[in-house]
């Protein structure tokens, strides 16, 4: 089998209007397409991810980011560069975004909050290389 990549991640959240406000205003994604069908459902995009929301007002949604541990977690991780990490940072805190880090996990340093249905998310770069 040979695939071309993932198309799209598929995330759930319990109010689509409050949802695809985080999403488009906190971190840039853009509305590709909306669905009006039995369950309310978008494609946000941002050039090089497509996350597909499904609003699903009854589901109980565990707190993700207290799972961060050797028991394994789901999350959806999007990469930047080294030089525009620092920028992202300063800009969850003036949105007011709480988040755990700057960590260096593996061969990446990233920081890590949610979405506010509990989705858990990161934002990683390549880890900052030591100077010889």
Same mark, same amino acid.
């Given at each position: 089998m040979k695939l071309d990549g993932v198309h799209h991640i598929g995330v759930n959240v319990l109010d689509m209007d409050r949802a695809e406000n985080f999403y488009t205003d906190v971190l840039g994604f853009w509305v590709a397409k909306r669905y009006e069908e039995e369950i309310r459902h978008l494609m946000l995009d941002t050039g090089s +991810?497509? !996350?597909h929301l499904f609003e699903s007002p009854g589901l109980h949604m565990e707190n993700a980011i207290d799972c961060l541990s050797e028991q394994g977690y789901a999350h959806?991780?999007? &990469?930047? %560069?080294? /030089? %525009?990490? #620092? /920028?992202?940072?300063?800009? !969850? *805190? %003036? *949105? %007011?975004? +709480?988040?755990? &880090? #700057? !960590?260096?996990l593996g061969q990446g340093e990233s920081v890590h909050f949610k979405d506010p249905d509990g989705n858990h998310l990161e934002i990683r770069c390549p880890v900052k290389q030591n100077s010889k």
């Open positions: +991810v497509i !996350l959806i991780a999007f &990469g930047t %560069n080294r /030089e %525009n990490f #620092p /920028e992202i940072i300063d800009e !969850l *805190k %003036n *949105k %007011n975004i +709480v988040f755990r &880090g #700057p !960590l260096i």
